[in-house]
């Protein structure tokens, strides 16, 4: 079945692209500058935790200022810094004393990332580019209370996370204003949650690993210059995986300076 | 050596009276335990415990569904379409190809289950009822008599002129860790008292061994009391097996240990060796539904060995009489290395036979409590249970939670499982005692809370 698609649609795709990429003219470009803004993210990752034996849904809200460097024509350096939401709702923390099943939604924790985009070709209108990223969230210490119990209880902790993801991107310089671009990249995301339980005399602590089970991310976005100086940004992913999908969605704008 | 000695009296046919175990010395000054008449017993009439077990109706979730899709649907894009009506939660039940999921906040299950029928690809979308199969056991006598681990409030009529008003709730909570855990056979719980009827059908095959027994000093622990074995059974009686009673802890064993007589009496000695005896053969629990008024250090001393051991030590605060002590009893009494259970009654309030004092740690229900008993004990007109109060009732329904506890997290320390006993209590007397007081301790257990996942929210 897969050779019959790679026969019916792939190869005449890639010719397709390959005629395209040698026969449309050259769009400008930036030479080398700074830029800066703010992107907001939001994606979702099934993961799986207690070892591949549970799964359950996350997902996570970024909003970061973004800075890149145009070092020459085709390397581009991004740097970002936010703040970050991550909602890890379904965990359950058994080997606590008392076990917790983390139901409370987002949970903050500080966002830096950095990227790196060279370019490997380019015909005409087209550019294929390497696309590389991380992005660490580091927990911020949140306390709950556990309120039902004979005596106050809390329970003190916070997930952190890493996202990285590597791969091609095909970029079409179709105007001066508007420049699509669909990649397709591999994505891992892992961390870990941790809570410490105290209840009286009673404590414990617990972390608990957790990877996303999507590992493929496949992104439509395109840059759009509203005048020199500003560009909006935008890109929707998804991930496919054994049973699923994930998502990922970003907008943002640059200021040119 | 033997001291004192005090017979269980019967009253035939319903009220049979048993005992609690106190202290007492004899002329020659030695310690020994022994029954008083003080606690009485009812056996169940066979009109009554014949009585069907009342069916629970069926309720449906109010945020799960089963959601079948139409044959040629994929699982991804299955799951993609739950995922795109903010189902959660989501779990394929293979075999039967059904998708178990989770209505999001603020939406019906009857309106989930319209929307997703307006969806092509969705073969059938139904509500994801409540089941107790395994949660509540189908024992014979668990619906209506064992209030105790399961209150539905009405009326628990167990004589004609004894006739209880029930409070809903008023209950350790135990379907709610039955969902958690029923046991497992590799915890074990020592009885330490007057042996066990290791041929009572709730009973012959939870036993181990035949235990010891320290005051014939042989290894037959059998029963020739009937307090031993009414406590044996509500810790852990053979549960769902469609007769009978539930213990609490459905799978866990039993280890026999004798250290009191016929007539319910015992000396210290015999139960400091029991103690020890059951810590060394693999004891994760030991009850001891007995007690003495006077303090012991050996007695002491064999608690703190069960307890160095990782081993949980639960013991009956004691029963008190008009114009008898109503300080906790001992080894109830030695704080730092046992779990002393008060008693509650069918309202949640305190039983009023019901020692007292800053040892108490928590409270169980401990009144009109079924328990299994000797076919030779209640007679042959009668089935082999009874009825009966005290906190020797109560403290059994601990020490089946801590097993519970112990087979759900086997790494926890025994100081571990006597915290958790007593933080998830429920505070039932909080309006005269708020926080922990002298009658209830913490309060009555709840195996719920101490098993069970706590949500943290917002």
């Given at each position: 079945?897969?050779?019959?698609i790679?026969?019916?649609?792939?190869?005449?795709?890639?010719?397709?692209?390959?005629?395209?990429?040698?026969?449309?003219?050259?769009?400008?470009?930036?030479?080398?500058?700074?830029?800066?803004?703010?992107?907001?993210?939001?994606?979702?990752?099934?993961?799986?935790?207690?070892?591949?034996?549970?799964?359950?849904?996350?997902?996570?809200?970024?909003?970061?200022?973004?800075?890149?460097?145009?070092?020459?024509?085709?390397l581009?350096?991004?740097?970002?810094?936010?703040?970050?939401?991550?909602?890890f709702?379904?965990?359950?923390?058994?080997?606590l004393?008392?076990?917790?099943?983390?139901?409370?939604?987002?949970?903050?924790?500080?966002?830096?990332?950095?990227?790196?985009?060279a370019?490997?070709?380019?015909?005409?209108?087209?550019?294929?580019?390497g696309?590389a990223?991380?992005?660490?969230?580091?927990?911020?210490?949140?306390?709950?209370?556990?309120?039902?119990?004979?005596?106050?209880?809390?329970?003190?902790?916070?997930?952190?996370?890493?996202?990285?993801?590597?791969?091609?991107r095909?970029?079409?310089?179709?105007?001066?204003?508007?420049?699509?671009?669909?990649?397709?990249?591999?994505?891992?995301f892992?961390?870990?949650?941790?809570?410490a339980?105290?209840?009286?005399?009673?404590?414990?602590?617990?972390?608990?690993?957790?990877k996303?089970?999507?590992?493929?991310?496949?992104?439509?976005?395109?840059?759009?210059?509203?005048?020199?100086?500003?560009?909006l940004?935008?890109?929707?992913?998804?991930?496919?995986?054994?049973g699923?999908?994930?998502?990922?969605?970003?907008?943002?704008?640059?200021?040119?300076? | 050596?033997?001291?004192?000695?005090?017979?269980?009296?019967?009253?035939v046919?319903?009220?049979?009276?048993?005992?609690?175990?106190?202290?007492?010395?004899?002329?020659?000054?030695?310690?020994?335990?022994e029954?008083?008449?003080?606690v009485?017993?009812?056996?169940?009439?066979?009109?009554?415990?014949?009585?069907?077990?009342?069916?629970?109706?069926?309720?449906?979730?109010?945020d799960?569904?089963?959601?079948?899709f139409?044959?040629?649907?994929?699982?991804?894009?299955a799951?993609?379409?739950?995922?795109?009506?903010?189902?959660?939660?989501i779990?394929?039940i293979?075999?039967?190809?059904?998708?178990r999921?989770?209505?999001?906040?603020?939406?019906?299950?009857?309106?989930?289950?319209?929307?997703?029928?307006?969806?092509?690809?969705?073969?059938?979308?139904?509500?994801?009822?409540r089941?107790?199969?395994?949660?509540?056991?189908?024992?014979s006598?668990?619906?209506?008599?064992q209030?105790?681990?399961?209150n539905?409030?009405?009326?628990?009529i167990?004589?004609d002129?004894?006739?209880?008003?029930?409070?809903?709730?008023?209950?350790?909570?135990?379907?709610?860790?039955?969902?958690?855990?029923?046991?497992?056979?590799?915890?074990?719980?020592?009885?330490?008292?007057?042996?066990?009827?290791?041929?009572?059908?709730?009973l012959?095959?939870?036993?181990v061994?035949?235990?010891?027994?320290f005051?014939?000093?042989?290894?037959?622990?059998?029963?020739?009391?009937?307090?031993?074995?009414?406590?044996?059974?509500?810790?852990?009686?053979?549960?769902?097996?469609?007769?009978?009673i539930?213990?609490v802890?459905w799978?866990?064993k039993i280890?026999?240990?004798k250290v009191?007589?016929?007539?319910?009496?015992?000396?210290?000695s015999?139960?400091?060796?029991?103690?020890?005896?059951?810590?060394?053969n693999?004891?994760?629990?030991?009850?001891?539904?007995?007690?003495?008024?006077?303090?012991?250090?050996?007695?002491?001393?064999?608690?703190?060995?069960?307890?160095d051991k990782?081993v949980?030590?639960?013991?009956?605060?004691?029963?008190?009489?008009?114009?008898?002590?109503?300080?906790?009893?001992?080894?109830?009494?030695?704080?730092?290395?046992?779990?002393?259970?008060?008693?509650t009654?069918?309202?949640?309030?305190?039983?009023?036979?019901?020692?007292y004092?800053?040892?108490?740690?928590?409270a169980?229900?401990?009144?009109?409590?079924?328990?299994p008993?000797?076919?030779?004990?209640?007679?042959?007109?009668?089935?082999?249970?009874?009825?009966?109060?005290?906190?020797?009732?109560?403290?059994?329904?601990?020490?089946?939670?801590?097993?519970?506890?112990?087979?759900?997290?086997?790494?926890?320390?025994?100081?571990?499982?006597?915290?958790?006993?007593?933080?998830?209590?429920?505070d039932?007397?909080?309006t005269?005692?708020?926080?922990k007081?002298?009658?209830?301790g913490?309060?009555?257990?709840?195996?719920?809370?101490?098993?069970?996942?706590?949500?943290?929210?917002?």
């Amino acid at each position: 079945m897969n050779g019959r698609i790679q026969r019916v649609f792939v190869w005449p795709a890639l010719a397709a692209v390959l005629t395209l990429l040698l026969a449309v003219p050259a769009a400008a470009e930036d030479q080398t500058g700074f830029k800066a803004g703010f992107t907001l993210e939001h994606f979702s990752r099934k993961v799986s935790w207690n070892d591949a034996a549970e799964t359950s849904k996350s997902s996570a809200n970024l909003f970061a200022a973004r800075a890149e460097i145009v070092a020459s024509p085709g390397l581009i350096f991004d740097f970002t810094a936010g703040f970050a939401l991550s909602n890890f709702n379904g965990l359950v923390f058994d080997t606590l004393p008392i076990s917790l099943d983390y139901e409370a939604g987002g949970a903050s924790g500080v966002a830096i990332g950095a990227g790196l985009r060279a370019r490997i070709a380019r015909f005409n209108d087209f550019e294929i580019e390497g696309a590389a990223r991380f992005v660490y969230c580091l927990k911020l210490n949140k306390t709950w209370t556990l309120d039902d119990f004979a005596v106050t209880g809390t329970a003190t902790g916070g997930p952190t996370w890493m996202r990285v993801s590597a791969g091609p991107r095909l970029l079409y310089h179709s105007t001066d204003k508007f420049t699509p671009y669909l990649s397709v990249s591999a994505d891992w995301f892992s961390g870990h949650f941790e809570l410490a339980e105290t209840i009286g005399d009673l404590s414990g602590q617990e972390k608990k690993k957790i990877k996303g089970k999507s590992l493929v991310d496949i992104a439509l976005g395109g840059d759009y210059k509203l005048s020199d100086r500003v560009t909006l940004r935008a890109e929707a992913g998804f991930l496919p995986y054994g049973g699923g999908v994930d998502a990922d969605l970003s907008v943002g704008f640059l200021y040119n300076f | 050596m033997r001291i004192f000695s005090q017979k269980a009296c019967r009253v035939v046919p319903i009220v049979l009276a048993l005992l609690l175990l106190g202290l007492a010395s004899d002329n020659s000054g030695q310690q020994k335990t022994e029954k008083r008449n003080r606690v009485a017993e009812r056996t169940s009439r066979k009109a009554r415990v014949d009585r069907t077990v009342r069916s629970s109706s069926s309720a449906l979730a109010t945020d799960r569904l089963i959601v079948k899709f139409k044959s040629g649907t994929t699982a991804a894009t299955a799951e993609t379409l739950l995922q795109y009506h903010s189902l959660s939660n989501i779990r394929r039940i293979s075999g039967v190809d059904v998708y178990r999921v989770k209505v999001p906040a603020g939406v019906t299950v009857r309106q989930m289950i319209a929307a997703l029928s307006q969806d092509p690809a969705v073969s059938s979308a139904r509500p994801d009822y409540r089941t107790k199969i395994c949660a509540v056991p189908n024992d014979s006598y668990f619906s209506y008599y064992q209030y105790n681990l399961r209150n539905q409030g009405g009326s628990l009529i167990i004589a004609d002129d004894l006739v209880l008003a029930l409070t809903s709730g008023a209950d350790i909570k135990a379907p709610a860790a039955w969902d958690v855990t029923t046991g497992s056979a590799s915890t074990i719980i020592g009885i330490v008292d007057t042996g066990v009827d290791m041929s009572h059908s709730e009973l012959s095959g939870k036993v181990v061994s035949t235990g010891y027994d320290f005051v014939n000093d042989d290894s037959d622990a059998t029963d020739d009391n009937s307090h031993g074995t009414w406590v044996a059974g509500i810790a852990a009686a053979a549960t769902n097996n469609s007769s009978g009673i539930a213990g609490v802890a459905w799978n866990c064993k039993i280890l026999p240990v004798k250290v009191m007589d016929a007539d319910g009496n015992g000396y210290y000695s015999d139960m400091i060796e029991g103690i020890v005896y059951a810590a060394d053969n693999g004891a994760k629990v030991i009850n001891i539904s007995a007690g003495g008024t006077d303090d012991d250090t050996t007695l002491e001393a064999a608690c703190k060995y069960a307890y160095d051991k990782g081993v949980v030590v639960v013991a009956a605060a004691g029963n008190f009489d008009t114009g008898e002590s109503t300080a906790v009893t001992y080894p109830a009494a030695y704080d730092n290395y046992v779990l002393a259970v008060a008693a509650t009654d069918y309202t949640d309030a305190w039983a009023d036979f019901s020692c007292y004092g800053s040892q108490v740690d928590v409270a169980a229900p401990g009144v009109w409590i079924l328990g299994p008993a000797p076919q030779w004990y209640v007679g042959s007109d009668y089935l082999p249970y009874i009825f009966g109060s005290g906190t020797s009732a109560a403290s059994p329904q601990v020490a089946g939670f801590a097993a519970l506890l112990f087979t759900s997290k086997s790494w926890l320390t025994a100081s571990q499982v006597m915290s958790i006993i007593r933080v998830s209590a429920d505070d039932v007397n909080k309006t005269t005692y708020s926080g922990k007081d002298n009658y209830l301790g913490y309060g009555r257990i709840n195996m719920g809370r101490g098993l069970a996942a706590y949500k943290i929210t917002k």
